[in-house]
């Protein structure tokens, strides 16, 4: 069975410290993303990975870096953590081989709270 | 850009009812579309993935069509159960693997 897991369902934290969300998957796909939800404003795409330590931006990258150091792990950092960024925050993967890009699979989500 | 648009918002059918669920995008250069389900507080699940080349796709009581020309999909699910109540994506495969996402429709199935 296909698995993403995230490494806290829940995390409080205050303004300005630095925030770590682990994603990990175990199907050897070659891409990654992380993307936050907000009521109102739907799925939006902070990053994406389409190999280890290969990076691109996505639509609201400003805030936030990733690392990919290893193929089935991905992380985001909160460099310096603001109540504006409180949200929902999911990690999905994906496999794009020989030009056929397969379905993406998402983790249970993280939901952030900055106080 | 991609845009990806899913009308109505939010849906109220009574139970045995069938749903169909409308996912319009503006560019039709896709790889794929993918249909979701989403629980309150969850992530999302998988239901449906249809590739650029083909017409529909079923599993059980659902079916995905996909018209490119028109930019339209659908998705069916035949008699309708209140646990089908959840809120339903749909997402395009755009370039170099990146999905776009509608808004979603929030679906209630009452009993």
């Known amino acids: 069975d296909v698995k993403v897991t995230q490494s806290s369902r829940y995390l409080v934290k205050r303004t300005g410290e630095k925030v770590f969300l682990e994603c990990v998957q175990d199907m050897d796909h070659e891409n990654m993303f992380w993307y936050r939800q907000d009521p109102g404003l739907g799925l939006r795409l902070i990053y994406f990975s389409y190999d280890v330590k290969m990076k691109e931006k996505g639509d609201i990258p400003e805030g936030y870096s990733v690392s990919r150091e290893k193929k089935e792990r991905f992380s985001l950092i909160l460099e310096s953590a603001s109540t504006n960024q409180t949200s929902m925050y999911l990690c999905a993967s994906s496999s794009l081989f020989k030009g056929t890009l397969y379905e993406q699979y998402f983790g249970p989500g993280t939901r952030l709270t900055v106080t | 850009k991609q845009e990806v648009t899913q009308i109505p918002a939010a849906l109220s059918v009574p139970e045995g009812e069938n749903l169909v669920l409308n996912c319009s995008f503006t560019?039709?250069?896709?790889?794929?579309l993918q249909w979701f389900r989403q629980d309150p507080g969850k992530g999302l699940t998988s239901l449906l993935l249809i590739q650029s080349s083909q017409r529909e796709q079923t599993s059980g009581r659902l079916n995905a069509s996909l018209d490119k020309s028109s930019g339209r999909s659908t998705l069916y699910i035949a008699a309708s159960q209140p646990g089908d109540s959840a809120t339903y994506l749909c997402?395009?495969?755009?370039?170099?693997?990146?999905?776009?996402f509608g808004a979603g429709t929030q679906v209630v199935v009452t009993p």
């Open positions: 997402a395009v495969g755009v370039s170099w693997g990146k999905f776009q």
């Open positions: 560019d039709s250069a896709i790889y794929n």
